[in-house]
């Protein structure tokens, strides 16, 4: 019973370049949340998806970052024109149901370095 | 805005002593707390939780107090092991809809031998 995957683990961009990162939540998960962890800050909120539906993207800045979670395949976060303030760990969870009951599982998380 | 805050970055414990780790919070909505743990190069992994009806929950090593009037918790890990050496996120979430979770900076601890 694979845990939350997510790659690529390292991803280094030139600015202007376009990151991709992706998520496979555990099996029987059709709740994603992508937090993003800034060096010396927690982690912070971006995006909450459903299979297909954007639910709660109050975390997400309002230009160049985006989200999806398809009907198949794993949830994207895309981040166009990356800038050196993007450089991060973007981490994703990913939970059974709704609700803060419902635990969140995260993937190993992926460290964008922009150049 | 830090709606979540742990103001000690680090804490060094000798082993088999009790390690302390604080946390606070600003928005009186929160009403569901939470520790994560993480080791380098993983994710944070889910420790303990606590709601608000409480004030203490306990699993083996690890009790969770909260302060509503002080909107303070603190995490007791006692005997600590050096297998604790982590750093742990203190999280909030508010019942009342919202999925996410405000995290705290996390605090390093470092159990020694």
């Known amino acids: 019973n694979a845990g939350v995957m997510q790659n690529p683990r390292h991803l280094v961009r030139r600015r202007g370049q376009e990151a991709r990162l992706r998520c496979s939540p555990m099996k029987g998960h059709s709740h994603v949340y992508w937090y993003r962890q800034l060096p010396e800050e927690g982690l912070k909120f971006m995006v909450y998806l459903q299979k297909e539906n954007i639910i709660d993207e109050s975390g997400m800045p309002k230009e160049r970052f985006s989200a999806e979670f398809p009907k198949e395949g794993p949830s994207i976060l895309r981040i166009q024109q990356v800038v050196r303030g993007d450089s991060a760990a973007y981490f994703c969870?990913?939970?059974?149901?709704?609700?803060?009951?419902?635990?969140?599982?995260f993937g190993p998380g992926t460290r964008l370095t922009v150049l | 805005d830090q709606q979540v805050k742990q103001n000690s970055p680090s804490l060094s414990v000798q082993e088999g002593r009790i390690s302390i780790l604080n946390c606070d919070y600003t928005?009186?909505?929160?009403?569901?707390f939470l520790w994560y743990k993480k080791y380098p190069a993983e994710g944070p992994t889910f420790l303990i939780s606590?709601?608000?009806?409480?004030d203490k929950n306990e699993d083996g090593r690890f009790t969770v107090f909260l302060n509503k009037s002080a909107k303070h918790l603190s995490l007791h890990i006692v005997p600590s092991q050096p297998g604790d050496s982590a750093v742990y996120f203190c999280a909030a979430s508010a019942r009342s809809g919202n999925n996410d979770m405000r995290f705290g900076a996390g605090t390093r601890l470092t159990v020694k031998p």
């Open positions: 928005n009186s909505m929160f009403d569901y």
């Open positions: 969870a990913s939970s059974v149901g709704q609700g803060i009951y419902n635990e969140q599982f």
């Open positions: 606590i709601s608000s009806i409480k």
